[in-house]
T-cell receptor, first 115, second 116 residues
Framework: NAGVMQNPRHLVRRRGQEARLRCSPM?????VYWYRQLPEEGLKFMVY????????ESGMPKERFSAEFPKEGPSILRIQQVVRGDSAAYFC?????????????FGPGTRLTVL | AQSVAQPEDQVNVAEGNPLTVKCTYS??????LFWYVQYPNRGLQFLLK??????LVKGSYGFEAEFNKSQTSFHLKKPSALVSDSALYFC??????????????FGQGTTLQVKP
């Protein structure tokens, strides 16, 4: 059973470009979470999605960031007009259910570098 | 505000000695508590969780953690450390209640160095 898949593993963008990060949850998981890890910091929650629905986006910056989890295909975290401060590791996690004590399984992350 | 604190940036221990990585939390209601480990350039790996029941929780790779409600702590422990345990450890809490949407609140992480 493959784990959570993220691609690309490394992404380099110039300021003003768009970044698209993909996440395929574990088989049988329909809940996806995105977290951001800035250098020397812990992970910060960004958004929680179920298939075709955004459940909680309280951690998403108000501008330039969006996320989706379509009926078919991976979850996408999209960052428009990237700035240097967006450089970070972005982790996706999935779980069987969103509530209760179900642990989240993390992908290897996408390391975004903005030049 | 809900938060998790890991008061030590780094913990150093000799191989074979017991280790403790500290974690305290501040949330409303009864929390669900988790420990994850991160190796360099890798994602987080789940170690253990506390939901309810016994305060001492056993997890992967010989790790265990003790939930202490009165002290709002969930310290990670291992009786005998290995060099391969050297990594970054994160404590996380998931507030339990109607407003919870499943997100985890992480501490800032503690680097564990086990020396031969």
């Amino acid at each position: 059973n493959a784990g959570v898949m993220q691609n690309p593993r490394h992404l380099v963008r110039r300021r003003g470009q768009e970044a698209r990060l993909r996440c395929s949850p574990m088989k049988g998981h329909s809940h996806v979470y995105w977290y951001r890890q800035l250098p020397e910091e812990g992970l910060k929650f960004m958004v929680y999605l179920q298939k075709e629905n955004i459940i909680d986006e309280s951690g998403m910056p108000k501008e330039r960031f969006s996320a989706e989890f379509p009926k078919e295909g991976p979850s996408i975290l999209r960052i428009q007009q990237v700035v240097r401060g967006d450089s970070a590791a972005y982790f996706c996690a999935s779980s069987v259910q969103g509530a209760a004590g179900n642990e989240q399984f993390f992908g290897p992350g996408t390391r975004l570098t903005v030049l | 505000a809900q938060s998790v604190a890991q008061p030590e940036d780094q913990v150093n221990v000799a191989e074979g000695n017991p280790l403790t990585v500290k974690c305290t939390y501040s949330v409303s209601g009864n929390p669900y508590l988790f420990w994850y480990v991160q190796y360099p350039n890798r994602g987080l790996q789940f170690l253990l969780k506390y939901i309810t029941g016994d305060n001492l929780v056993k997890g992967s790779y010989g790790f265990e953690a003790e939930f202490n409600k009165s002290q709002t702590s969930f310290h990670l422990k291992k009786p005998s450390a290995l060099v391969s345990d050297s990594a970054l450890y994160f404590c996380a809490v998931r507030p339990h209640g109607s407003s919870n949407t499943g997100k985890l609140i992480f501490g800032q992480g503690t680097t564990l160095q086990v020396k031969p």
